[in-house]
């Protein structure tokens, strides 16, 4: 089956500028590899912030069945010790998640879009996007990006 479904030319937000060497285009690859690791983090981070927050909701479920069986003591260690406490000083998670955002992810974001704006007029991926034109067949499924 060799239906030709796409075109040669890639479109032109996935066009090399004209005068950009490889080395560039590179870079700006390692770039925006290292804002997608920024983003797995933060979803780690998202992770971290739920599942905190379930074993908090837990923690309130397990007080409430160490009272009924009777164990009050435990329950108030329980209770006073775990239920609510901050993750780190003065912090629950959603802060710790406001706090990456502001200081470190917004940031990183931005100055990767900078980079981009100034060196290739913004466009993004050129580097999967040449490996994706070198790795296709004329197959369907296989277009140019």
Not at 19 to 44: F, N, P, S
Request: include cysteine.
């Amino acid at each position: 089956m060799a239906d030709d479904v796409g075109t040669e030319e890639p479109d032109e937000a996935h066009r090399r500028p004209p005068g950009v060497d490889d080395a560039t285009i590179e870079a700006l690859g390692m770039l925006t590899k290292a804002l997608e690791y920024t983003e797995r983090a933060r979803g780690h981070l998202y992770a971290v912030h739920h599942m905190t927050g379930g074993a908090d909701r837990m923690l309130a479920e397990a007080v409430r069945m160490l009272r009924q069986a009777g164990h009050e003591e435990q329950a108030g260690l329980v209770e006073g010790e775990l239920l609510g406490r901050d993750v780190i000083p003065g912090m629950w998670t959603y802060q710790l998640i406001e706090a990456y955002d502001c200081t470190y992810y917004r940031l990183f974001a931005a100055v990767e879009e900078q980079v981009r704006q100034d060196l290739v007029a913004g466009r993004r991926h050129l580097a999967e996007a040449e490996m994706q034109r070198a790795a296709r067949s004329r197959r369907r499924g296989h277009a140019a990006p």
